[in-house]
């Protein structure tokens, strides 16, 4: 371009016959100009800085279906590699694994209030007096309903109030982003949100959930430990340990005024992801100082699985979630079994062209609920029946579906390349914090390999 074409000296070129006043103008709209233009150069050397950086930095994709522990590995990466901002977050669980309890007493209440043909339900009377069988235990577990409904309520309340969602199964859903965070009046000091200072009606409502589950804790834990509730629970074939976010046997602690979340309370809590959520971590201790990658979470609801393709390309490795958890069925679709689900999963990523060059680790998660499922006596053949009259043991099990993913591994994937496994419990901190570093390690060591050979 000429000099002469130039808009910026063309805007600012000297006209002919220019008064004092209109010079002063002239300079000062060009030291304005520049000051916009120095801006501009500085965010855009910033934006490139931030490729470059994203570029050099080790990208991790977690994928797996709902519920199957990405999240929870994530917090892993967190506690392993950022310990000191994992700590600053502690304050904002409480609110959430308070939530968590209390979602847990609403299912255990809808579970006893559930009537059907063969059930009486635990929670209405009986419908002609003295027929009920344990209309003593029911008057019992009435009371304590009533006693409830106000923190029930409150839950309501706060779900509307901080999270905009809730829905009928009462599960915190939270937006992509950190903003909920701050919502909860979270104060991270790189945050540009300006409405981090809760206001007083959020800060009431947050005391008075503490004030009455301290109130309310002496009633959860009767509810909990009811036999006739057990006892129901016991006949539907209901585990509510297996489910998400469950703290029932923690009432006493976390219904208490003083409660601070521990890490395993943090690992722990249920909120689902929605969308896609880029976390991006700089290591903090010496030993792992330099480390810097990108973690990116997804929610693995099927309606959200299409929004994962953009970022298949962008990865150096992909993290795998398949729980093998066999009797169990899809939250979003009652008909599908969870595994049966995780292996059509599984065999659509293998088989991904974008994801020909990318290595893909699976973590059978969950071993801890599979252990327990099998202790309990539940046996694999009548959910799958070509287990055959296998041992229904943990490590029979486990070589069994561990086998059908690797098949589909080796006949599906575009390139050969190498099965990689591991078998976790994700609320387990000690083995998979320590299980992390090593996985990071192996994807840092493998893409220089590739680089090197390229
Ligand atoms: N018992 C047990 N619970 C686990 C394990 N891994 C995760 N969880 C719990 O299971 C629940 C669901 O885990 P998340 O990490 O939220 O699942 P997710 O894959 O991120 O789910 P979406 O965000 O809905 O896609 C949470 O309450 C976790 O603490 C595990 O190995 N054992
Ligand atoms: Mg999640």
Redesign the pocket.
């Known amino acids: 371009m000429e000099l002469s074409e130039n808009p910026f000296i063309v805007a600012f070129k000297v006209p002919a016959n220019e008064t004092e006043e209109e010079r002063v103008h002239r300079a000062r709209a060009f030291q304005d100009a520049q000051r916009v233009s120095r801006q501009i150069d500085e965010n855009l050397q910033e934006t490139k800085r931030n490729l470059d950086r994203r570029k050099r930095a080790i990208r991790i994709l977690l994928l797996?279906?709902?519920?199957?522990?990405?999240?929870?590995?994530?917090k892993n990466f967190q506690l392993a590699f950022t310990p000191h901002q994992f700590q600053k977050e502690r304050d904002l669980w409480k609110t959430i694994i308070q939530l968590n309890l209390i979602s847990s007493v609403r299912t255990l209440l809808n579970i006893l209030n559930d009537v059907d043909s063969n059930v009486q339900s635990l929670l209405t009377p009986p419908r002609t007096p003295g027929s009920h069988p344990n209309s003593s235990y029911s008057n019992k577990l009435r009371r304590i309903h009533l006693g409830l409904s106000p923190l029930l309520s409150l839950e309501n309340d706060l779900n509307r109030m901080f999270f905009a969602t809730g829905g009928p199964s009462h599960e915190i859903c939270v937006p992509a982003g950190s903003r909920w965070k701050s919502k909860l009046g979270f104060r991270d000091s790189a945050s540009v949100h300006q409405d981090l200072k809760l206001t007083n009606a959020q800060n009431a409502i947050k005391s008075n959930l503490i004030q009455l589950l301290e109130a309310s804790k002496d009633d959860i834990d009767s509810l909990w430990r009811d036999a006739d509730v057990q006892r129901a629970l016991g006949e539907r074939e209901v585990d509510l340990r297996?489910t998400?976010?469950?703290f029932l046997d923690d009432v006493e602690r976390i219904a208490s005024a003083s409660y601070c979340p521990t890490d395993s309370d943090i690992?722990?809590?249920?909120?689902?992801?929605d969308g896609v959520e880029e976390h991006h971590l700089v290591a903090e201790s010496i030993r792992l100082k330099g480390n810097e990658f990108f973690i990116t979470?997804?929610?693995?609801?099927r309606s959200s699985r299409h929004s994962w393709i953009p970022f298949f390309d962008d990865s150096h490795a992909i993290l795998f979630?398949a729980?093998l958890v066999f009797n169990q069925m899809l939250e979003e679709d009652p008909r599908v079994n969870r595994l049966e689900d995780s292996l059509l999963l599984w065999k659509e990523i293998c088989s991904n062209v974008l994801l020909a060059n990318c290595n893909i680790i699976i973590f059978f998660?969950?071993?801890?609920?599979l252990r327990r499922i099998l202790e309990s006596g539940v046996e694999v053949r009548k959910f799958v029946p070509s287990y055959g009259n296998a041992p229904n043991e943990v490590e029979s099990v486990t070589k069994y579906f561990k086998d059908r993913f690797k098949t589909y591994h080796k006949k599906l994937s575009p390139k050969p390349r190498s099965f990689i496994s591991h078998e976790?419990?994700?609320?387990?901190i000690h083995s998979t914090t320590a299980l992390v570093v090593t996985v990071h390690d192996g994807i840092i060591r493998d893409n220089l390999e590739k680089s090197d050979m390229i």
Do not use: Y
């Open positions: 797996g279906q709902a519920e199957s522990g990405k999240s929870a590995v994530l297996d998400p976010g469950f690992v722990r809590a249920r909120v689902r992801t979470d997804v929610s693995g609801a979630l729980p998660n969950k071993m801890d609920i976790t419990s994700a609320i387990d």
